[in-house]
């Protein structure tokens, strides 16, 4: 519940900002001096080298400035605000990459401002990957295969239990049946066509598609009574299953694949669970819901390591959200699983559906955490 | 109609003009600047500073320019009301902090006067950040001047519990409104632990800064409700034409006015006397009292214009009060019609609000035409978001809606479906460049 005061510091891709109107640290050679008046910003040079360097802007005109170094195409590498008639302040930026860049003065904080040239020479400054980085693909790639184990065997349970005509024990073998599939599914659905066989909803039809998989049997379950094709959706099913734990356990997976993977978790608990439309006939959505967090927390807790050398305040904002989403999940627990989705008020709904923002929100800031070193 | 068009023709020539010479004026001052990077969304067309000056309308007729953001009180209170509303309310998310509720503030602070320069909410905010960050500005604005966007932020009576500590801090005066007669207030649409008033002349502009807002506060803050006003029913400023509500009256034609500061001093600005010792904070503020007025559209559609007249007072085609001549004649209570009976009825809507009626009270309105489509039963969910604002809502709201809830005419028109009052502290300090909403509550 940090508030996001500190998420508009943006972390630039390329270079770091070693922050603003810090005490001077030294940089290579002597401070870059700038002089932003109301109508110049004038560098003491147009020419550095890579590396960290800092700028020392003093303002000279009459109104509120502020200066940016910016990329040749405009990204903001770094920038310092608010800088009132007379102060001075420095900013110390690493410049990663050779190349043109530019400082820019905007007097009054609006318009497109004054540039100033400024070409940097120099090798690129490289860094090692980051061995943890590795570690934590790792992880996560070993956590999706259990859970495929367990989609594979879960599934086989609720076949069977269909198969055998036993409603009540497929019923209650559905929700079960799901979770790890909601628990990794990112990593399912991106193995494109076989994501609607197994887990479209009733709506699939109008694209041209037939309604298989769950969610057709949680239909035949719930609402219509097992039908004479029930037999077939399930074993293909099982099929379609197989096939995707197969690709799911070989799936190649990076730390930037398991940050969006964990942000998607996210997104489908927003758009498709938080509406109750997931599992409209048994009301489970809270497994699924309960099951997509617990795979965007994976996603997060592998990634943890790193983010914590490269973004501490992003770490401590992620776990307060996620803490209370944590107990907001399991103020809803009913016996072994969840409470039924159309018993759940709509202040307690709108709970969740706020911490979700919150988690959401940070776990947005993840990927340019790892893009940052 | 043809005022309004006139109106609308004029201020789109007017902001087509002012980009036109700004950009001039930018091409000029940074003959070298990159096309790809724009810091603020519209050029120098937003500010008061840069290019200001080079601008072809006339100040007081520019819909572009910027409100200044910083000043004794804040802005969106007596600034001539602009067209259009983004109005939010919102609760503290539990378990929430005062420090994280006073850090919010600040980023609020910081974002909002950028925003209501015409700059993005943080710099590079739309496209200049990390191509793997969600931008930190959410880019509906860009390309648009500051359109007199102003932000004005009030606390709830919830706010002072024992939450944040703030209990000894609640001025008297910041207690729930009473129920009033005929009331239907639904829950969802009233309350609030802070409130967050957007106005602007570009409804794009309203909207991105209380959705960037809003953003902000994901975890802190919680959206209890809001509302869209897609034009102004009140006139802040003599410079102002009084406009009409979605019955099709001049209504708050004796609205108070930014001209006169002692009649704003005396009804409008809570003075330190209201507040004395830990309320002190809100000296210079101002309370602001909400209500969702649902009209019965197709109802009053239906009904003849005598009797629309004589349920406001005023007549129609130019708003003069009945018996009077022109709209802003003074409206003679004594007055008799040809039958006999008071020219202007007992019970009709400026009689019941007239301050004669109701020991001098007066506030000022400032309030927007809303619509939110539909009723589910294809009638227009439509009304009057009543925003007013005044130095104690319970010595002049209260006695003047008891008042008008008991004996209105009007009433058989319209219904109050949703209901809230905040206390919006003083101005941010244009010398302090650290200040913040609410810093004297808060610190």
């Known amino acids: 519940m940090r508030t996001r005061a500190t998420t508009v510091l943006l972390a630039p891709l390329l270079v770091v900002a070693l922050g603003a109107c810090t005490q001077a640290k030294s940089a290579g050679g002597s401070a870059i001096t700038v002089d932003a008046s109301d109508d110049a910003c004038t560098m003491s040079t147009s020419t550095t080298t890579t590396g960290d360097r800092e700028f020392r802007i003093t303002n000279t005109g009459t109104k509120v400035t502020e200066f940016y170094v910016l990329t040749e195409d405009g990204m903001v590498v770094s920038e310092v605000e608010n800088l009132t008639p007379g102060m001075t302040r420095s900013l110390h930026v690493t410049l990663k990459r050779p190349g043109a860049y530019k400082g820019n003065c905007k007097p009054g904080m609006v318009g497109d401002g004054i540039d100033a040239a400024l070409a940097v020479t120099g090798d690129t400054i490289t860094t090692d990957t980051d061995p943890k980085l590795e570690a934590a693909a790792g992880e996560y790639q070993a956590w999706v295969s259990a859970q495929a184990d367990e989609l594979l065997i879960r599934t086989a349970e609720f076949v069977a239990a269909v198969k055998a005509k036993d409603v009540a024990q497929a019923k209650s073998l559905y929700a079960v049946a799901r979770a790890p599939w909601e628990r990794i599914e990112p990593v399912a659905e991106s193995f494109g066509d076989l994501d609607p066989a197994i887990d479209g909803r009733e709506d699939v039809i109008a694209e041209g598609l037939e309604f298989t998989g769950f969610h057709r049997l949680e239909k035949d379950l719930w609402v219509d009574g097992l039908q004479a094709d029930s037999d077939a959706i399930a074993d293909r099913l099982l099929a379609d299953v197989t096939t995707i734990v197969e690709k799911s356990k070989a799936a190649d997976l990076d730390g930037l694949k398991i940050a969006n993977g964990a942000k998607e978790l996210l997104d489908e608990m927003a758009t498709g669970k938080i509406t109750g439309e997931e599992d409209r006939y048994s009301h489970t959505d809270l497994h699924d819901f309960a099951a997509n967090w617990e795979g965007s927390k994976k996603g997060m807790e592998v990634l943890k390591p790193i983010l914590t050398d490269r973004n501490q305040l992003l770490v401590a904002d992620y776990n307060q959200a996620a803490t209370t989403l944590d107990g907001l999940i399991a103020a809803q627990r009913e016996g072994e699983g969840y409470r039924l989705y159309t018993d759940v008020p709509q202040a307690e709904i709108k709970a969740l559906s706020d911490a979700l923002t919150a988690v959401g929100e940070q776990v947005g800031r993840v990927g340019a955490a790892l893009a940052t070193q | 109609?043809?005022?309004?068009?006139?109106?609308?023709?004029?201020?789109?020539?007017?902001?087509?003009?002012?980009?036109?010479?700004?950009?001039?004026?930018?091409?000029?001052?940074?003959?070298?600047?990159?096309?790809?990077?724009?810091?603020?969304?519209?050029?120098?067309?937003?500010?008061?500073?840069?290019?200001?000056?080079?601008?072809?309308?006339?100040?007081?007729?520019?819909?572009?320019?910027?409100?200044?953001?910083?000043?004794?009180?804040?802005?969106?209170?007596?600034?001539?009301?602009?067209?259009?509303?983004?109005?939010?309310?919102?609760?503290?998310?539990?378990?929430?902090?005062?420090?994280?509720?006073?850090?919010?503030?600040?980023?609020?602070?910081?974002?909002?006067?950028?925003?209501?320069?015409?700059?993005?909410?943080?710099?590079?905010?739309?496209?200049?950040?990390?191509?793997?960050?969600?931008?930190?500005?959410?880019?509906?604005?860009?390309?648009?001047?500051?359109?007199?966007?102003?932000?004005?932020?009030?606390?709830?009576?919830?706010l002072f519990d024992d939450r944040f500590g703030l209990a000894d801090r609640r001025p008297e005066a910041l207690i729930e409104l009473p129920a009033f007669r005929g009331d239907a207030l639904r829950p969802e649409r009233s309350g609030g632990d802070m409130a967050l008033q957007a106005c602007a002349h570009d409804p794009q502009v309203a909207v991105h800064a209380i959705r960037n807002l809003v953003r902000i506060g994901a975890g802190t803050v919680s959206v209890r409700w809001s509302q869209l006003g897609f034009g102004r029913t009140s006139s802040t400023s003599t410079s102002q034409a009084t406009p009409r509500n979605l019955f099709g009256y001049k209504d708050g034609t004796n609205n108070l006015k930014a001209e006169d500061p002692e009649l704003l001093e005396r009804h409008v600005w809570v003075q330190p006397d209201d507040v004395p010792g830990a309320a002190a904070w809100l000296a210079g503020g101002s309370y602001l009292v909400a209500r969702r007025i649902r009209m019965h559209i197709e109802v009053w559609d239906r009904t003849s214009l005598q009797e629309q007249d004589a349920t406001f007072g005023r007549r129609k085609l130019k708003g003069e009060p009945m018996g009077g001549s022109e709209e802003f004649d003074e409206p003679d209570f004594a007055a008799l019609g040809s039958d006999g009976e008071p020219a202007i009825p007992r019970d009709s809507h400026v009689f019941l609000a007239h301050a004669s009626q109701l020991d001098g009270i007066r506030i000022l309105r400032r309030g927007y035409n809303f619509t939110d489509g539909t009723d589910g039963l294809g009638r227009l969910d439509a009304g009057l978001f009543f925003i007013a604002f005044m130095r104690d809502a319970h010595a002049q709201f209260v006695p003047m809606q008891r008042a008008l809830a008991a004996k209105d005419r009007l009433n058989e028109y319209i219904v109050h479906d949703g209901s809230a009052l905040f206390a919006c502290p003083p101005g941010i300090d244009p010398d302090v460049p650290s200040d913040f909403w609410g810093r004297a509550l808060f610190t």
């Open chain 2, 1 to 158: 109609m043809t005022e309004r068009e006139a109106q609308a023709t004029g201020r789109g020539a007017a902001s087509r003009r002012a980009v036109l010479s700004t950009g001039v004026g930018a091409g000029l001052a940074a003959a070298t600047a990159g096309a790809v990077y724009a810091g603020s969304r519209a050029g120098a067309a937003a500010s008061g500073s840069s290019g200001a000056d080079s601008m072809a309308a006339p100040a007081g007729e520019d819909m572009s320019a910027a409100v200044p953001f910083r000043g004794v009180h804040q802005a969106g209170i007596v600034t001539p009301a602009q067209d259009r509303m983004h109005f939010v309310a919102l609760d503290v998310v539990p378990g929430t902090t005062r420090e994280e509720l006073t850090a919010l503030l600040r980023a609020w602070t910081k974002a909002t006067e950028r925003m209501t320069l015409g700059a993005e909410a943080a710099p590079g905010g739309v496209a200049g950040g990390n191509p793997l960050a969600a931008p930190a500005d959410t880019g509906e604005a860009m390309g648009l001047p500051a359109s007199g966007l102003t932000m004005t932020i009030g606390f709830g009576p919830s």
